[in-house]
């Protein structure tokens, strides 16, 4: 699960340092316009996780998950024969759609063997390996185009795809019996659909992970022309990267041993208040600088920040997740495509307004961060629980089975 999480931010973070040579290469003349070759990856992994859900309900997890594959792989081909900008944009979009696949079908596979705090502990385990590629991923995409140029990167990714595809094939057992199986038509598809944008608690840590991960985003469009060119880090840049990734990692890792402790709920919340509240002092103390802190503050803000945005991404999605185990795929297919339209539009937001400064960074932490907190203050107000409600003796997240009985489902 972890393998095939780790595509999308292996998809993304070994290209960044190739991103002015893909621009000079294509004929890109304004300099943020090469933060497209992110932004189309992300808009298409974010449609693309609508149709693999429901779809992975009706036919089972590893079917739909071989679909993805082959067209990240179709998408990594083209997008290594590209020979201008708009046909690189559409391989990019190409291989959102198809890594979309697997995200999807992690999320769901998940789902179907764990769920409440032991969910989040085990998206905690998967989100360290997604989290360790950015830390050397930056490092491998500058070796690799010292040996082969920008285009050798996308050859790594064809190679990659399909050990991943053989290795998944070989390792995971299907998880949806035919005995769970939804028979795909429009009618249960928009029926689930309405079930998870009705439940307020989904639909609420749905839209505050689109929002905090909105202003990742929008770190993730900006990194390179704020570290390599803003501070001239220049060869250094993935090693500043790969601090910063370290942090998130970490965060992440400790989290599937706070999670069982603390719960989902908690740690959730006073991160996103931590975040904001460092992101608003940081974004003052930025425009007395004229928007060009020291280095090391910033790097420090933005460590503090990420280790903060570890602890979210598990839990977020695991509450997000929570109610949601009778129809997993369409669940996890729209509470990570919803989520990921909401981070898309802004982080693009974030990115496009880079003036040499840090200031629409930190700014857009800041207001996003304070946003997700409201929302999932909201999901969470909306929390009701039968009178004979109890939680198990484990004191896990998960209700009682009398109590997630106690109100028919949609789909039901």
Known sequence: ?????????????????????????LGVERANDNQLVVSLFFLGFGIGQLFYGPLSDAVGR?????????????????????RAFPIMLAARLLQGVGVAGPRTITLALVRD???????????????????FVPVVAPAIGQAIMGVAGWRGIFLVYLVIGLLATVWFGVRQNETLPRSRRIPFSAKRMWAGLREVVTTRRSIGFTIATGFVFGAFLGYLSSAQQILQQQYALGSRFPLYFAMLSIAIASAS???????????MHALATW???SICVV????????????GHPPLWTFMTYLMLSFFGLGLLFGNLNALAMQPLGHIAGTGAAVVGATSMLISLAFGTWIGQSYDGTVLPLTIGFAVLSGCSSLSAIW??????????????????????????QARPTLME
Do not use: C, H
Not at 66 to 78: H, I, N, P, T
Not at 124 to 130: H, N
Not at 379 to 404: N, V
């Open 113 to 131: 063997r764990f769920e409440g705090r032991a969910m989040a502990r085990v998206m905690s385990l998967v989100m360290v390996v997604f989290m």
């Open 271 to 273: 991160s996103l208040r």
């Open 1 to 25: 699960m972890a393998t095939l999480t780790a595509l999308a931010a292996l998809s993304i973070d070994t290209m960044l340092p190739a991103l002015p040579a893909i621009g000079a290469s």
């Open 279 to 290: 992101s608003v002092a940081f974004s003052i103390f930025a425009s007395v600088n004229a």
């Open 253 to 263: 890792f400790l989290n599937a041993k706070l999670v069982l402790r603390l719960g």
């Open 379 to 404: 999901a969470e107000s909306g929390r009701q629980r039968p009178r004979d409600a109890r939680m198990p003796p484990d004191g896990s997240d998960t209700p009682a089975p009398a109590a997630a």
């Open 62 to 82: 590893k079917p739909v998950a071989y679909v993805g594959l082959a067209l990240f792989l179709a998408g990594s081909l083209l997008a290594w024969l590209a």
